[in-house]
């Protein structure tokens, strides 16, 4: 990822924006509200608006009520994804929270944001092909790269002694800079990957994909898909023909739903999704619980932060432009200055204005390293009695 603005280009961007200085600051949401992870998607839409519900309740920011528009990415349709994201520049979005998806983030990323300069924050995109995407400083992500996943799930299926493993994941970019990372990883450590191989989401059936992992005579099959798709066909074909009985679930696979769906059959399974146990965290849960949802669910708290570092920068920066509020994100969410946790961003924008540095630790302790990505914790999970119970945090 560039974080250099040629001279030229940030003049372009800074006259581009210029019109857009006297109307309510506008941040698009765009999510797969349908697709593989609609599940899930509702309650990280839910964690933005809490976000930007909170800064209105403290007045707004640049002395105007923030707006926000949702869009639906599909998170696998790229064409789909870029018109919804050309609508909300049309309708004059100033930043966006999102995408979510890898390849829709990259799609709308390189076809929409960069050459409107807008600025993106996604909350979930953890595929390590962004890390070096050209963004002109653009885009940031409150997830961690999968390189980061990789080694995370590795270090666990060591801890519990399991050394070989087949692994299957979605075709895209997603599911192969995942799986890619992980064999990596877990080679490196000791571990044997007997067969990695894609799958196709979509199928109504996954006999063929699920005989071939199965002849490798491994015992624990990662399923590096997606909750609402190709993955849990996978995992209920493994379970209705016995083929394999444990599975290890990365973030793109857990959500409550597919919890309630398959029951039982995941009780010997585990696996890990972005979290930690900080201050923030818990008071986040808080703050969800009394809206009516699982503060805990995946991407929900990183989506609350994406937004939430979005405001404060515009606040920071003293404008919507991207080209500007941009510049401010990285200090935002990094030390020096008085930590801000979820629930405080009216505390936060007192401080802004006086001034003050602040260190945004957010729902997520939010850490922005390298190309403006989260530095990464990640909570390790099995599934009891129809429940997503955490057994760790790393």
């Not at 018109?83 to 990259?106: H, W």
């Not at 890390?131 to 270090?155: H, K, Y």
């Not at 990695?196 to 992992?213: I, P």
Request: net charge negative.
């Amino acid at each position: 990822m560039r974080r250099l603005l040629l001279a030229a280009g940030a003049t372009a961007l800074l006259a581009g924006m210029a019109a857009a200085q006297d109307a309510p600051p506008k941040i698009g949401i765009i999510l797969g509200f349908t697709g593989p992870l609609e599940s899930i998607t509702p309650f990280m839409a839910q964690a933005a608006e809490i976000a930007i519900a909170e800064v209105n309740a403290a007045g707004g920011i640049l002395g105007q009520q923030v707006e926000s528009e949702r869009a639906d990415s599909t998170c696998i349709d790229a064409a789909a994804a870029t018109a919804a994201a050309e609508g909300l520049v049309s309708a004059g979005v100033n930043g966006i929270m999102g995408a979510d998806c890898s390849g829709v983030t990259n799609a709308i990323l390189t076809n929409v944001a960069v050459p409107n300069g807008i600025g993106m924050i996604s909350p979930s995109a953890t595929s390590p092909g962004l890390s070096t995407v050209e963004d002109n400083g653009l885009f940031f992500r409150t997830a961690p790269s999968d390189a980061r996943q990789g080694v995370v799930m590795s270090e666990i299926l060591m801890d519990r002694g399991i050394t070989e493993v087949a692994v299957t994941f979605t075709n895209n970019d997603y599911g192969r800079g995942l799986a890619d990372s992980f064999q990596a990883a877990f080679t490196e450590m000791g571990g044997t990957v007997t067969l990695s191989a894609a799958h196709e989401d979509g199928r109504a059936d996954y006999s063929a994909e699920v005989a071939a992992l199965a002849a490798t005579g491994s015992d624990v099959l990662v399923v590096a898909g997606y909750t609402d798709q190709g993955g849990r066909g996978i995992i209920r074909n493994a379970l209705d023909t016995g083929a394999f009985d444990t599975f290890v679930l990365p973030d793109g696979m857990i959500g409550q739903d597919i919890v309630d769906d398959l029951g039982d059959g995941l009780a010997t399974s585990f696996g890990q999704l972005p979290g930690t146990d900080s201050e923030g965290a818990q008071m986040f849960q808080e703050i969800a619980a009394a809206e009516g949802f699982d503060g805990t669910s995946a991407f929900a708290p990183e989506s609350y932060d994406a937004a939430a570092l979005i405001m404060l920068a515009m606040a920071k920066a003293g404008s919507t432009n991207s080209a500007e509020w941009t510049q401010h994100v990285m200090d935002l969410a990094n030390a020096p200055g008085e930590q801000i946790f979820p629930g405080q961003l009216a505390r936060a924008l007192e401080l802004i204005a006086a001034g003050e540095e602040i260190d945004y630790e957010g729902a997520t302790a939010v850490e922005l390293i390298g190309p403006g990505e989260s530095a990464g914790n990640y909570r390790e999970v099995e599934f009891r009695d129809g429940e997503i119970v955490t057994v760790r945090f790393r």
